[in-house]
């Protein structure tokens, strides 16, 4: 099976730096995805880890560690359209598992 | 460029009443379509996914069926409607990503379905 973890709420100010974690258990992995979402719209694609390290794009990055199981997004400079949920997911087999999301309130 | 559809956006149904909900794709062939549903503040739960024409997993046990007639539509159906069924349906497909290597999930605009 596939379970994912994930804090329910974060709450951070404009300007600063969030982190969110997240660990995953799975029977397979290929990678390690982000999507966001904001309130009444659908998810969108943020990123991706096959690999460890750490992957950047512009203000977002995003880290993986198999052998522990674990995976961060890093969103830095927080925007207040920033608000929003953010969920991690894993895929195997053409199918998508999602986290059950943490909200990001970003306050000015 | 490839681009999704769904409809409809809202609906409010009876309980006990039959349930239509429609995605196609464009700019693309033989994607790889999925139904999601989300509940109010939850995750995603995946309910079928389909590779082909025909060719349909499910993934709950649930009054909800689906069928891809054409390479890309894909349609999620109920005969009666439950209570349990209110929810955000989502339905996206699944690319490679040239820039990444990751399997990207696309999704639709979505369908908030209420059963009263």
């Known amino acids: 099976g596939q379970s994912l973890e994930q804090p329910s709420e974060v709450t951070a100010v404009e300007g600063a730096i969030v982190q969110i974690n997240c660990t995953y258990q799975?029977?397979?992995?290929?990678?390690l995805s982000w999507y966001q979402q904001h309130d009444g719209g659908a998810p969108t694609f943020l990123s991706y880890?096959?690999?460890?390290g750490l992957e950047e794009t512009g203000r977002f990055s995003s880290f993986l560690s198999r052998s522990d199981s674990y995976g961060y997004l890093l969103l830095q400079e927080l925007q207040m359209k920033d608000s929003a949920s953010y969920f991690c997911?894993?895929?195997?087999?053409?199918?998508?598992?999602f986290g059950s999301g943490t909200k990001l309130n970003v306050k000015p | 460029s490839q681009t999704i559809h769904q409809w409809p956006a809202t609906l409010v149904q009876p309980v006990g009443s039959p349930l239509s909900l429609e995605c196609t794709v464009e700019?693309?062939?033989?994607?790889?379509l999925y139904w999601y549903r989300q509940a109010a503040g939850r995750g995603l739960q995946l309910l079928f996914y389909?590779?082909?024409?025909?060719?349909i997993s499910s993934e709950v046990p649930q009054n909800l069926s689906a069928s891809r007639p054409q390479d890309r539509q894909f349609i999620l159906s109920s005969k009666k409607l439950l209570l349990s069924d209110s929810g955000f349906y989502l339905c996206?497909?699944?690319?490679?990503?040239?820039?990444?290597?990751?399997?990207?999930?696309?999704f639709g605009a979505g369908s908030r379905l209420t059963v009263l």
């Open positions: 799975t029977s397979g992995f290929y990678g």
């Open positions: 996206a497909w699944d690319r490679d990503s040239l820039l990444s290597g990751a399997n990207v999930l696309t």
């Open positions: 700019g693309t062939s033989n994607p790889n």
């Open positions: 389909s590779v082909g024409i025909g060719q």
């Open positions: 880890n096959a690999l460890d």
């Open positions: 997911v894993t895929y195997n087999f053409n199918k998508f598992y």
